[in-house]
């Protein structure tokens, strides 16, 4: 598989081999009076609510086609993840449905809801002070235990996973004129920006990020993949602290721009969200949203613009308490 690009084939090939594990998530067209004064009345913005995808975000679709790739000798031995949450219940939930078991290793920081959602799924969680200490405990137990790491966001059939879902988005709504798209380490804009770019090249494809957590902005600018010292901002999902080499170069080869929103502006449009689309979502889901709010809102001005709300992995007191 070319790291150059995923081609089309490619894409639908790893749809069919999902078809069975994952749901056709819905898209919604917002409007009336209050999506006009938050949008411009022109503009016509367009929900792909992978949200009511299985586990409650997109992470899925990149863990199964990862999982769905190993030997059986490599499922024998079993997978471990490092995740503050949504990827750790996607690697739960494709471990429990094809036949393996996994080792989860969150930051002590996350959320109690999702770390049960990881033993409903039947898999072992513990925690870790840091990230850095969280891979260092997957390090180890794929030395010691023959465990194979499915990581939260770099790899090919990663960004394949995602590129199935933008492929999906496409065929839904052929007429957008551009997608906003979440970041965090990239997985996600890596795969949605080439299945956009490959169905219709003159969509363009934005991605974005808390500032917070801007280590795609940094990588981006320095030519290379870069860290960041300290993630702060409340969108865990997309406080990824280094970028890494696939992802990277995917989002520079197919990303127009990259654009920054604040954590009042992810509060803002939960808060948007759940009054004019009925959804409660997390911080990241709500980043698209906040984008076209803020610093797109007047180049996307007139246009039909797809939102990926990519996930919804939030206790009821957690929300209540930001959107308060």
């Not at 975000?57 to 995740?83: D, H, M, T, Y």
């Not at 494709?94 to 078991?101: D, I, K, N, P, S």
């Not at 080499?245 to 990303?255: G, I, K, N, Q």
């Not at 954590?263 to 959804?279: N, T, Y």
Request: glycine share 10%.
């Amino acid at each position: 598989m070319p790291q150059s690009g995923l081609d089309l084939e490619d894409i639908r090939r790893a749809r069919a081999d999902l078809a069975d594990a994952i749901i056709t998530t819905p898209v919604l067209e917002l409007a009336g009076p209050g999506v006009e004064d938050a949008f411009g009345p022109a503009t016509r913005p367009v929900l792909k609510l992978e949200l009511f995808q299985r586990t409650g975000s997109f992470k899925p679709r990149g863990a199964l086609l990862n999982v769905l790739a190993l030997s059986p000798g490599e499922r024998a031995r079993g997978i471990c993840a490092v995740s503050g949450g949504n990827h750790a219940i996607a690697t739960a939930y494709a471990a429990r449905r094809l036949g393996t078991h996994a080792r989860i290793v969150m930051l002590a920081t996350a959320n109690p809801f999702r770390a049960a959602q990881c033993r409903a799924w039947g898999a072992d969680v513990e925690f870790a002070p840091t990230i850095h200490d969280a891979f260092a405990r997957a390090d180890e137990l794929s030395q010691v235990e023959g465990r194979t790491l499915i990581h939260p966001f770099e790899g090919l059939r990663t960004a394949l996973g995602s590129a199935t879902l933008g492929l999906e988005f496409m065929e839904q709504v052929p007429d957008l004129d551009a997608v906003v798209v979440p970041v965090g380490g990239g997985g996600l804009a890596a795969g949605v920006s080439v299945a956009v770019k490959r169905v219709n090249p003159d969509c363009r494809v934005y991605g974005v990020e808390p500032e917070g957590a801007d280590t795609m902005h940094r990588s981006l600018a320095a030519g290379r993949p870069v860290g960041i010292d300290r993630v702060t901002t409340i969108a865990d999902s997309l406080g990824a602290p280094y970028a890494m080499p696939v992802s990277f170069e995917l989002c520079r080869a197919h990303l127009d721009e990259l654009v920054l929103v604040t954590d009042a502006a992810l509060v803002a449009s939960m808060r948007f969200l759940l009054e004019h689309g009925k959804l409660a979502v997390e911080p990241a889901g709500a980043a698209s949203t906040a984008a076209l709010r803020g610093p797109l809102k007047e180049r996307l001005a007139g246009l039909k613009v797809g939102l990926i709300v990519c996930g919804s992995n939030i206790d009821a007191a957690s929300f209540a308490r930001l959107i308060a």
